[in-house]
């Protein structure tokens, strides 16, 4: 088997019994992106210089006998949202088409910090606003597993390169729903951490009370062992969880005795494809052959999250986006004739047409006459969705619901119907409302192409998530993310 086709658990294993080098890991992940990107177009910037440069150290220090960290030498692909010191950081935004930050995100220090190979940046859909990775100012990504097929957004070009293995593993965002949709879709693993536990500082900011870094992979180990590396109290981010994380790879279990699982009738109704419904169910009932424990539930308020989320979102996203005005640093028109005409021109000129719908949709829900309409009954029911989990969290220890109503749809299906695309997030943006940590595992397919079930837990039971995901790959033969034939 390639190196590439390996998870970063196995390749650390191969590294630490000197059965390869950090060089030859990064040389098959890169020649691997070379050979596929052309169809997949996962990557705004391959970083291959820089990468095997940074092997290259990782080799030099194993000669020495250095203490490295335990993902060291692990090649991971960044989305482009996430700042990247002399590396550019675009957010796939001709506003920031040539813009390099001065500055790491706290991540990427912790990524450095484990001595982690930085293969590239990753496509997005523009400021992290979509469900398709279609509203990228330079390219479309195509999923893996149907070329014909988006593969999902905003974080499509993470999943993918995942998905493709273009990387071992990856970081996305997500604000609505934007690492699980796209594992979903690519038939990878995703995690939406809790909010506040991994830092923000360096994301660009989107819906900074949403936002949230989270990693992606092709094992639930490897997700465990990235999320450990990039969790943790960041001085630097104002709402970061002052708290101690657990080892979660080191205590993985595949028990799932008495584990309380609900099933919210809410996720399973009109709207959500048959197959995915199905797919998921059977999931279900393969963990309660272990033991698991399955309850009916209800969480009533769900319908109404997708209006609240795209107000919340879109109320901060047009104050977050206000910086970006040609004078501080990014894109500015060419010819004005006045510092506001500058602004009109630059912003009319650098934002795509999603970006523009958000701020003029969030500029309007936040004036005033139409607060109280709007936004403050966004908030209030952002409080109901919030009260409802944690009624719920009282009698389960986990929901399990889909991620996504359907399969991958094709590219363009969606593009001039923003409802229909807003409508892809209806099971995941309930759970950034409510802050809650949540992840994506393939749990089957639709004609071959790829179908994910949603674990939603309480606040920080990261735990209990990779654990019960841990448990359905056991159950699954180890291996739940198929590598895709790339046609
Ligand atoms: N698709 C959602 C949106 O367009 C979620 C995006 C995200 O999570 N970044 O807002």
Redesign the pocket.
């Given at each position: 088997m390639e190196l590439y086709n390996k998870s970063a658990a196995e390749l650390s294993a191969m590294l630490k019994n000197k059965e390869c080098s950090a060089v030859e890991i990064t040389e098959s992940v890169m020649s691997r992106a070379e050979a596929v990107d052309g169809d997949v177009n996962a990557y705004i910037t391959l970083c291959k210089e820089s990468a095997l440069e940074k092997a290259k150290a990782v080799d030099a220090a194993i000669a020495e006998g250095k203490e490295l960290g335990a993902l060291a030498g692990i090649p991971i692909g960044i989305k482009d949202n996430i700042s990247t010191k002399g590396i550019k950081t675009t957010c796939a935004s001709k506003m920031l088409e040539n813009y390099e930050p001065p500055f790491n995100a706290t991540v990427i220090d912790r990524v450095n910090a484990n001595d982690m190979v930085i293969t590239g940046k990753l496509n997005m859909?523009e400021f992290?606003?979509?469900?398709s990775t279609e509203n990228s100012y330079f390219k479309k990504t195509l999923n893996p597993h149907g070329l014909d097929r988006v593969p999902g957004?905003?974080s499509g070009g993470s999943a993918a390169a995942v998905a493709a293995r273009e990387c071992i593993v990856a970081l996305g965002?997500?604000?609505?729903?934007?690492i699980r949709?796209p594992a979903s879709y690519c038939g990878v693993i995703g995690l939406k951490p809790t909010y506040s536990s991994v830092s923000r500082y360096g994301l660009v900011a989107?819906a900074s009370s949403l936002d949230q870094i989270g990693p992606l992979g092709t094992s639930v180990k490897d997700v465990a062992m990235l999320q450990s590396a990039i969790c943790g109290y960041d001085k630097m981010d104002a709402t970061s969880a002052y708290r101690d994380y657990p080892d979660f790879a080191a205590l993985l279990s595949t028990d799932v005795t008495g584990l309380k699982i609900g099933i919210p009738e809410e996720y399973y109704g009109e709207g959500i494809d048959a197959a995915v419904k199905t797919s998921v169910m059977n999931a279900v009932r393969e963990l309660e052959k272990k033991g698991a424990v399955v309850k009916n539930i209800s969480l009533p308020s769900t319908s109404y999250a997708i209006n609240a989320?795209?107000i919340i979102?879109s109320a901060e996203a047009s104050s977050n986006l206000a910086r970006f005005d040609g004078v501080k640093y990014g894109y500015r028109a060419e010819d004005y004739d006045s510092l506001v005409d500058m602004y009109e021109k630059t912003r009319s000129e650098g934002f795509g047409d999603e970006v523009k719908r958000r701020i003029m949709l969030g500029t309007f829900v936040l004036s005033s006459g139409y607060y109280d309409a709007y936004y403050k009954t966004a908030k209030l029911l952002q409080r109901k969705i919030k009260q409802e989990f944690a009624d719920a969290f009282s009698e389960v220890d986990v929901i399990i619901t889909p991620t996504a109503p359907s399969k991958a749809f094709r590219i363009g299906e969606n593009t001039d119907n923003p409802l229909k695309m807003?409508a892809?997030?209806v099971c995941t943006?309930p759970i950034?409302i409510a802050g809650l940590p949540a992840m994506s595992i393939p749990c089957g397919d639709d004609n071959g192409m790829p179908l994910g079930m949603q674990i939603i837990g309480k606040d920080f039971s990261e735990q209990t998530l990779f654990n019960t995901a841990y448990a359905y790959e056991n159950i699954m033969g180890g291996n739940l993310c198929k590598m895709p034939e790339i046609k």
């Open positions: 859909d992290a606003m979509g469900s957004g905003s965002s997500d604000t609505g729903g934007s949709q989107f989320y795209y979102s807003y892809a997030d943006v950034n």
